[in-house]
């Protein structure tokens, strides 16, 4: 313990051997917390040095209450998923920009059927209960696994595929009840990760 606090007090003082220490005793680790949550090589990287960056440029502002590792593990998930928030926000803003470029293809009538489909899933999705509605947007925006979800949610993977269950059953009964069409409940289907 001696050592940890000696430690961040290098690190307070922009101590260069003392950070190269701290990179180099914790990326690999960080890197595979990274990896689960982001799923992919580049991203993970560019979390685990943000990470670092951050710790090196606010090094005299950086309160470490418990351990370095763990303040480092939870640093690394919040930024892994700021990351996928903001690829969820990019994906909408893309589809939405691609539901926008196929109009000009379509004539109106298929525009108002396209509008009225999502209008409906949508209205359906808000209908869910809180943690219902977050395990199915990680599990269909996020991309996520259900053991990944399981983890980020603090749940377990059968409260995972309760949720996703009971998900699936309302959004069904939802868009019957309002006679909308099922094709896109079967695409959202056709997604599962199991």
């Not at 580049?42 to 090196?56: K, L, R």
């Not at 903001?86 to 108002?112: C, F, I, P, S, V």
């Not at 509008?115 to 899933?121: M, Y």
């Not at 949720?163 to 069409?181: M, P």
Request: one cysteine or more; a positive charge; glycine letters at 4%.
């Amino acid at each position: 313990m001696e050592t940890e606090a000696a430690l961040i007090r290098a690190i307070e003082l922009q101590d260069k051997q003392a950070f190269e220490l701290l990179y180099k005793t914790h990326y690999k680790q960080l890197f595979a917390v990274a990896y689960r949550y982001v799923g992919k090589s580049e991203s993970a990287e560019e979390v685990v040095h943000d990470v670092f960056i951050n710790i090196w440029n606010k090094a005299a502002q950086i309160k470490i209450q418990h351990s370095i590792k763990s303040y480092l593990v939870k640093a690394v998930v919040n930024t892994s998923l700021n990351v996928i928030k903001k690829e969820k926000l990019a994906a909408g803003k893309r589809l939405k920009y691609m539901a926008e470029q196929t109009t000009y293809d379509h004539d109106e009538g298929n525009h108002a059927a396209e509008e009225a489909l999502l209008a409906g899933l949508e209205s359906a999705l808000n209908l869910l209960p809180e943690k219902c509605r977050n395990v199915m947007y990680l599990s269909r925006f996020g991309k996520l696994k259900q053991e990944e979800i399981a983890d980020q949610l603090n749940i377990s993977i059968k409260t995972v595929k309760n949720h996703l269950t009971y998900g699936f059953q309302k959004l069904r009964e939802h868009l019957e009840l309002h006679k909308t069409s099922i094709t896109l409940f079967l695409l959202l289907l056709t997604r599962i990760k199991f």
